[in-house]
């Protein structure tokens, strides 16, 4: 059971390319969310996503896109990229929202130069 | 914003002694939950204690929740070397259909 798979692991953007991180779980669930982590600042919501064709915004949504067209995919595409855009994502799901325990994916640390 | 606020934000203990890290937050909740971190790794689900739970336990951890307080603690007890992590809470709103809110974690390290 690979459960919530993100690709790649490593990534080394310069200024103003756009690039897609892939995030893929295995266990049919319906609720997805992006987050991001900066050092000093926990875990910051970016996209979720409670169902296929359903998205909604978070706390830092601004530079990001998302798309949910299958319940097992949830990718999120950096537009045009930027140095405050250097982090660790991490993307998640869970059966029944938030009311579950939330699984993680591995992350995809992200340098911008 | 972030909801949770996690107590303190660094602890360094012996092993073999119990850790506890403490978490407030602000507004009214459907439950809470606790995640451990190791370095460079994701995030995995520790204890969810819901809003009308008062106490939790699993294997050495214990939860506790007070909804009065807008608080919870999580307690490791005989701490051990592989426990070393950092530790985060995070909140659900009452109405249980928005994402989890993080705080920014407790970093926890156990000396052996």
């Known amino acids: 059971n690979a459960g919530v798979t993100q690709t790649p692991k490593f990534q080394v953007l310069k200024t103003g390319q756009s690039m897609t991180l892939q995030c893929a779980q295995d266990?049919?669930?319906?609720?997805m969310s992006w987050y991001r982590q900066d050092p000093g600042m926990g875990l910051r919501l970016i996209h979720y996503?409670?169902?296929?064709?359903?998205?909604d915004q978070g706390e830092v949504p601004n530079g990001y896109n998302v798309s949910r067209s299958t319940t097992e995919d949830f990718p999120l595409r950096l537009l045009s990229a930027a140095p405050s855009q250097t982090s660790v994502y991490f993307c998640?799901?869970?059966?029944?929202?938030?009311?579950?325990?939330?699984?993680f994916g591995q992350g995809t640390r992200l340098t911008v130069v | 914003s972030q909801q949770g606020e996690e107590d303190p934000q660094a602890l360094s203990i012996q092993e073999g002694e119990n850790a506890t890290m403490n978490c407030s937050y602000k507004?009214?909740?459907?439950?809470l939950q606790w995640y451990r971190q190791n370095s460079g790794r994701g995030l995995v689900h520790l204890i969810l204690i819901r809003s009308n739970e008062r106490e939790k336990h699993s294997g050495r951890l214990r939860v506790t929740l007070d909804t009065s307080k807008k608080s919870s603690s999580l307690l490791i007890t005989a701490s051990r070397a592989a426990d070393t992590a950092s530790y985060f809470c995070a909140t659900v709103s009452i109405s249980g259909n928005t994402p989890l809110v993080f705080g920014k974690g407790t970093r926890l390290s156990v000396i052996a």
């Open positions: 266990m049919n669930h319906e609720y």
């Open positions: 996503s409670v169902g296929a064709g359903i998205t």
């Open positions: 998640a799901s869970s059966y029944s929202g938030a009311k579950t325990e939330a699984f």
């Open positions: 507004t009214s909740i459907n439950n």
